[in-house]
């Protein structure tokens, strides 16, 4: 983040935070209200990842808003050399809500996983600017990867939004009568290299260019929708608390249930069925 500021300031980029949209006037130029002024502009990207859910209701139920919570340990340098984790290198594991975790230069362990708050009608709950609420389950999933560090203090805990499309791809696209307006999101809560790639096919978008981004698959909007709530609530929590079932057997060497295995599935392929 601090070395595209950078980057982008020498290009001439200004950067306004803490400047909230609230509003978007569609139109050749765009208008992009603030609390203090609107902006015009040409040609407008949104990049607002789970936030695009709420503020245009035409992505309600493109995404399912589900958080991802994290722990930060005490600087314990002395264990990680004892377990030989220093190499600083990001790991996730491959499950549906996976558990992702890396080593800091100061000496502490941050761990986190996916797929735990999951938000009614796409809304963005206060919990999601507080404490984990899932603490317990990061601390058990740390002395489980980790026993040397089971007893180790965790200093913080937080979460925050994801924005989970029904394949668990991002997805892009234009959005205004006047073809101005062009958005990305969906990254499904990992989309810390995908967006990159994000990147690219936005900037190819927005020149009008005609290339491999934009010849992309992804570019035709979302993949699926999910169903109206409360069923895509319901259903979400139900196929969960199945992925944990099953996970735990798993872990733990036994066989998941037949009824848990089949549920999980819903996760993967529900893009699949409703694309037809
Ligand atoms: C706790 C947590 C841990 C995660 N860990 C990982 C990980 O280990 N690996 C990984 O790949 N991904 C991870 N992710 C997901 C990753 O952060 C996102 O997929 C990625 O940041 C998406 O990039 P983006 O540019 O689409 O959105 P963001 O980086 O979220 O940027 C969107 C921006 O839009 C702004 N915005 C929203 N609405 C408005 C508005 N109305 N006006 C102005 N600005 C607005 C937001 O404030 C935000 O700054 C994690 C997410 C969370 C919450």
Known sequence: MRGLRRVALQLGVRIH????????????PVGIQTPNGTVRADRVVLAMNAWMARAFPQFERS????SSDMLITEPRPDLLNEIGLTSGVSV??????????????????MLGKGGNTFAYGG????VFDQPSPYAGLLQNSLADFFP??????????????????????????QMSASGNVFYGFGYSGSGVGPCHMGG????????????????SPLING?????PPEPIRYLGSLMVRNAIRRKERAEDHGRRPRHLDVRLAKFAAAAGKADKG
Do not use: C
């Not at 935070?17 to 050749?28: D, I, R, V």
């Not at 979302?222 to 999910?226: A, R, S, T, V």
């Open 17 to 28: 935070e803490n400047t909230a949209m609230t509003g978007l006037e569609e139109g050749k």
């Open 63 to 66: 995404v399912a808003i589900i």
């Open 92 to 109: 996730l594991d491959s499950r549906i809500f996976v558990h992702y975790y890396h080593n800091t230069p100061d000496g502490r362990i």
């Open 123 to 126: 809304r963005m709950l206060p």
């Open 148 to 173: 040397a560090f089971a007893d180790v203090k965790v200093e913080a805990t937080w979460n925050g939004p994801s924005d989970r499309s029904v394949t668990g791809l991002p997805f892009f696209g």
């Open 200 to 215: 690219q096919i936005l900037a190819s978008m927005v020149q009008g260019l005609d290339n491999p981004w934009t010849r």
């Open 222 to 226: 979302p993949l699926g929708f999910f």
